[in-house]
């Protein structure tokens, strides 16, 4: 190797080697940094697209499980009115039966009918006001179902079908107790009206564990996804930090190699003297 004032072969080889570590060195410290060695396209184009991919889905199933837990709301506040209605129609029947009874006087049935009416009101009221969000399925208010996102693409839906609760739903309208005749009407109307709500509180009932399964599966699909891209993008913690240790001691160890290296020019000096 040539000797030279105006050319530091080993110091050129030392500082290349130090810049390489300092470069790796920076790479490793933005890991530890952020917890991901795939920060951007730069990084691993190809991971980096397949995770973007990834976390895009998962922004789609966030907008899913919302709408779904939209739909479990509306579903339960349906169910607490309805059973608070097929509980009414159980005392309608009572007051239908005892008002049906030939021995009750005029009074009795008027006193009975007072009651009937209240509950129909109450019937009316509770179906009226089981809304959420702005929504009503049992008013009667519509016929086509609610239908709520149950795919990342927006492909598939889940339903909740409107369940009339209404006294006309019901075909209560009309009835009264005021007369035996009436009573045998309503009776036979009310029986009617308990099979149905009974029927229809069934389907909303299994429609709600069914939209309750799918939030379910969505919730695993979504951390499913999440756990996917950590392991295409984190950074395993336990090996950057080993990897940092050695690091920093490459770069002491080049610093003091280039520091040597700069020394040797001064060889030259011992060459020249006297």
């Known amino acids: ?9 080993s110091a050129m080889i030392a500082l290349q080697n130090l810049n390489r570590t300092n470069d790796q060195l920076a790479s490793t410290q ?20 397949v995770a973007q991919g990834q976390r ?22 349906s169910l607490a009115a309805g059973s608070q209605i097929s509980d009414i129609l159980v005392e309608l029947k009572q007051k239908a039966t005892a008002a049906a009874d030939p021995s009750a006087t ?26 959420f969000d702005g929504s009503n399925i049992l008013d009667g208010g519509a016929t086509t179902a ?3 996102l149950a795919s990342a693409d927006a492909s598939e839906t889940i339903s909740l079908d409107r369940q009339n609760l209404t006294v006309a739903g019901l075909s209560l309208t009309g009835t009264s107790l005021t007369s035996a005749a009436n009573a045998s009407t309503a009776l036979t109307a009310v029986n009617a009206a308990i099979a149905t709500s009974s029927a229809r509180l069934a389907e ?11 939030t379910t599966y969505v919730g695993k699909l979504s951390d499913a996804l999440e756990a996917g891209i950590g392991n295409l993008v984190d950074a395993d ?12 001691v490459q770069q002491q160890l080049g610093v ?10 001064q060889i030259i000096l011992s060459l020249f003297k006297g």
């Open 106 to 131: 005029t009074a009795m049935r008027t006193s009975y009918d007072d009651e009937y009416q209240s509950l129909l009101k109450s019937i009316q009221s509770f179906a009226e006001n089981a809304t």
């Open 146 to 148: 609610l239908n709520f």
């Open 237 to 248: 913690m336990a090996k950057e930090s080993a990897r940092l240790t050695a690091l920093q």
């Open 256 to 265: 003091q190699a280039l520091s040597i290296a700069n020394q040797s020019p």
């Open 56 to 77: 895009a889905d998962r922004g789609s199933l966030e907008a899913v499980t919302t709408s779904l837990n939209r739909a479990t709301s509306i579903a339960d506040v």
């Open 30 to 49: 933005s890991r530890v940094n952020t917890g991901l060695k795939v920060q951007g396209a730069k990084d691993n184009a190809a991971v980096w697209a």
């Open 1 to 9: 190797m040539t000797t030279s004032i105006h050319t530091n072969t």
């Open 204 to 214: 909303l009932g299994s429609q709600s564990k069914q939209i309750e399964r799918h």
